[in-house]
C-alpha cells in the first residue's frame, strides 16, 4: 500500500469511502493509525509514533512523539520540560514534542498489520456509522431483500445495513425465500460488539396499527387514533380506533371504500381477518364492543382487580369465547380486563345459590323460618350486621313485617353478634393477642381473630404492617397481574382505610407525632390535595390532635 503512488492513496481513501458511505476523513485517520502501528513493529512498541498523510498532496511523514512533563517516568513516550525547551523555547508541561523520521519501506508483515488495522478501523466506523442511521427509526415500517434464511431466522438486506426477523416474529406458515421482498417493523435497534442488531417484526401489534397509519389518511393527519391492537398473528386481530372529528366514523374510515384500506391491510398480514372496534373511555362499553359479534346482556366489574364478568344468551356463548378461545383472549388484551364469561343460565343458577346460602344464613343465626328469610334476601339484606344495625323503617316496610317483628329481629341479629364477638375474642386471646389491639378502635373481633391467626397479636405488630398487607392488593409480575391477598380482605377493607388505621397506630404508640404530620400537610397547602395515603394519614393525624387536645 505504501509503495502506490501518492495521489493513488487518496483515491482508494475516496473510494472505500464512498463504498462504505463513511467520513473520506475516517479512512485516512484509519491509514494513518495502521502506519502508525506498522512503524512501531520496526522502531519498538515503546514508541509513540505517528504517521501522517497530507490531505490534498498524499505525502506520508512520520514522527515520533513524545509528551513534556516535569518529571520523566518512561524515557520512551516522555521528555522532561528542561530538555523539551531546549528543543522549543514555547513547550510547556503537557505538550508534544514531535520529531520526524526518515522514510522507510515496510516489510510483508508490517504491510499486512496495516492492512488489518485499516479493515477494522473502517468496519468499526462503518457500524457506527449503522447505528447511528437507525438508531431513531424504531417504530418505523422499513422495507428490504431476503439476505438469506438461518434455522427459521430471516436475514434481510436493507441496504445500508442488515437486520433480522426472528423466528417468532413472523406471521405463522409464512416463508421467505432469498431474494423475496419483505416488510416489517423496527422493534429494536442495539449496539453490540459484533456490530449494530437492527430487530424486524411482522406479529408486533405496533406493526398493524403502523400499516393502518399508512392506508388510512384520517389516521396520519390524527383525526382518528388507534388505540389499542390485540393480535393472533396470521388468524385474528382486533384494533380499536377513535375519532376526534363527530363527522367521520373511525371505523367506516378504517374499513373503505367496499373494504378497500382494511383489505390492503389483510393482504399484507397473510389473510389475518381483523375486528375494528369503536374505543370508548367507559370500560365496560368497550368491553362489550371488544366481544363482537357477540351480544352482551350483563356486565358486573372489579375495578380493583381489573375483572370483569359478561353475561351472553345461551346460544351466544360459543360465539363469545370463540374457536379456541381466540374472541376472549383477544378481547381482553385489546382492553387489559380479564374477562369472565357465562351464559343467562350459569349466571341465573349462581344468583339463586347466593339466594339459598343467605336465606339458610339468615334462618340459622335468627332462628326464622323460610319465608321471613327469603323475605330479607328479597329486599337486600346479605348480612346479620345490616338487620341488626339498620333503620327500623326499613325492617317495617317489609310486605307481612310488623313493628314488633322488627325490633324482635334486630334484638335477635344483635345478641347472635355479640355471642359470635365474645367468641372470636375469645380465641383470640388464646392465640395471644393482648389487649392494646383489642381496645383499637377500629378493628372488629372479627378483624381481630384474623390477626391473631396472622401471628399480628399487638398494636405495636400491627403498627408495622403494610396496608397492603391487610387490605390486598395486585403486584405485576412479567406482565400479568397477580393477586396479594390481604388479612383483613375479608372484611371489604379499602385499602384507604388500611393506611388510615396503621397510621392510627403508630401515633398511638408514639412513633409519629401528629403535629408532624399537618405542619407537613400545611407546608404543601399549595399544592394538589393528596389522595389515598395522604388523606388517610392527614386525617388520623387530625383525629390524634384533638383528641391529645
Known amino acids: 500500500m505504501v509503495s502506490a503512488n501518492r495521489l493513488e492513496l487518496l483515491q482508494i481513501a475516496d473510494a472505500v469511502a464512498r463504498e462504505k458511505l463513511i467520513e473520506r476523513d475516517l479512512v485516512l485517520e484509519a491509514m494513518e493509525d495502521s502506519l502508525g502501528k506498522a512503524a512501531r513493529s520496526r522502531y519498538g512498541a515503546e514508541y509513540d509514533i505517528r504517521a501522517f498523510i497530507d490531505r490534498k498532496s498524499g505525502e506520508i511523514s512520520m514522527s515520533r512523539a513524545m509528551e513534556v512533563v516535569e518529571e520523566v517516568e518512561n524515557h520512551f513516550t516522555e521528555i522532561s520540560l528542561a530538555e523539551a525547551q531546549l528543543k522549543n523555547p514555547e513547550a510547556q508541561v503537557g505538550d508534544f514534542i514531535t520529531e520526524p523520521l526518515p522514510a522507510m519501506d515496510f516489510g510483508r508483515i508490517a504491510a499486512q498489520t496495516a492492512k488489518q488495522v485499516i479493515v477494522q478501523k473502517v468496519r468499526d466506523a462503518e457500524r457506527e456509522r449503522q447505528y447511528e442511521e437507525f438508531k431513531d427509526r424504531v417504530g418505523e415500517i422499513i422495507n428490504g431483500i431476503v439476505k438469506r434464511v438461518e434455522y427459521g431466522n430471516v436475514i434481510v438486506d436493507l441496504g445500508r445495513a442488515e437486520a433480522i426477523i426472528r423466528r417468532d416474529q413472523l406471521i405463522p406458515r409464512e416463508t421467505y425465500r432469498v431474494g423475496d421482498r419483505v416488510r416489517g417493523y423496527i422493534r429494536d435497534v442495539r449496539a453490540e460488539a459484533r456490530g449494530p442488531q437492527i430487530f424486524m417484526s411482522r406479529t408486533a401489534p405496533?406493526?398493524?396499527?403502523?400499516?393502518?397509519?399508512?392506508?388510512?389518511?384520517?389516521?396520519?393527519?390524527?383525526?382518528?387514533?388507534?388505540?389499542a391492537v390485540a393480535r393472533d398473528p396470521g388468524s385474528r386481530a382486533k384494533i380499536g380506533v377513535i375519532s376526534y372529528d363527530n363527522s367521520i366514523?373511525?371505523?367506516g374510515a378504517c374499513v373503505g371504500m367496499r373494504g378497500s384500506r382494511v383489505q390492503a391491510v389483510v393482504n399484507e398480514l397473510q389473510g389475518e381477518k381483523i375486528d375494528i372496534i369503536p374505543w370508548n373511555e367507559d370500560a365496560a362499553t368497550f368491553i362489550v364492543n371488544a366481544l363482537q359479534p357477540a351480544e352482551v346482556t350483563k356486565v358486573v366489574m372489579d375495578e380493583d382487580a381489573q375483572r370483569i364478568e359478561v353475561v351472553v344468551p345461551d346460544e351466544q356463548l360459543s360465539q363469545a369465547i370463540?374457536?379456541?378461545?381466540?374472541?376472549?383472549?383477544?378481547a381482553s388484551q385489546l382492553t387489559g380486563w380479564d374477562i369472565d364469561i357465562m351464559t343467562e343460565a350459569e349466571e341465573s343458577e349462581r344468583r339463586q345459590q347466593e339466594f339459598n346460602e343467605r336465606s339458610a344464613m339468615f334462618m340459622e343465626n335468627l332462628n326464622v323460618d323460610e319465608m321471613v328469610a327469603q323475605l330479607l334476601v328479597s329486599e337486600g339484606f346479605t348480612s346479620l350486621e345490616e338487620v341488626a344495625f339498620v333503620e327500623l323503617e326499613e325492617l317495617n316496610v317489609i310486605d307481612g313485617f310488623d313493628e314488633d317483628t322488627a325490633v324482635e329481629l334486630q334484638t335477635r341479629a344483635r345478641e347472635n353478634l355479640e355471642a359470635a364477638n365474645q367468641a372470636a375474642l375469645a380465641e383470640a386471646r388464646e392465640l395471644g393477642t393482648d389487649d392494646t389491639i383489642v381496645e383499637f378502635e377500629g378493628l372488629t373481633p372479627q378483624m381481630v381473630l384474623a390477626l391473631a391467626k396472622d401471628g399480628v397479636t399487638s398494636l405495636e405488630e400491627f403498627a408495622k404492617c403494610a396496608d397492603w398487607e391487610l387490605a390486598g392488593g395486585y403486584t405485576t409480575i412479567?406482565?400479568?397481574?397477580?393477586?396479594?391477598?390481604?388479612?383483613?380482605?375479608p372484611f371489604d377493607i379499602s385499602l384507604e382505610e388500611a393506611q388510615y388505621l396503621?397510621?392510627?397506630a403508630r401515633i398511638e404508640l408514639g412513633i409519629v407525632d401528629p403535629a408532624d404530620i399537618l405542619a407537613a400537610d400545611e407546608e404543601g397547602e399549595g399544592e394538589e390535595a393528596g389522595e389515598g395515603e395522604e388523606a388517610a394519614v392527614e386525617r388520623a393525624a387530625e383525629q390524634a390532635e384533638a383528641g391529645l387536645a
Open 206 to 227: 405496533e406493526y398493524m396499527a403502523k400499516l393502518f397509519s399508512m392506508e388510512v389518511p384520517e389516521i396520519y393527519d390524527g383525526i382518528i387514533e388507534v388505540k
Open 249 to 251: 366514523d373511525p371505523v
Open 322 to 330: 370463540g374457536r379456541r378461545g381466540q374472541n376472549v383472549r383477544l
Open 478 to 489: 412479567d406482565g400479568q397481574r397477580v393477586k396479594d391477598d390481604g388479612i383483613l380482605e
Open 502 to 504: 396503621v397510621m392510627k
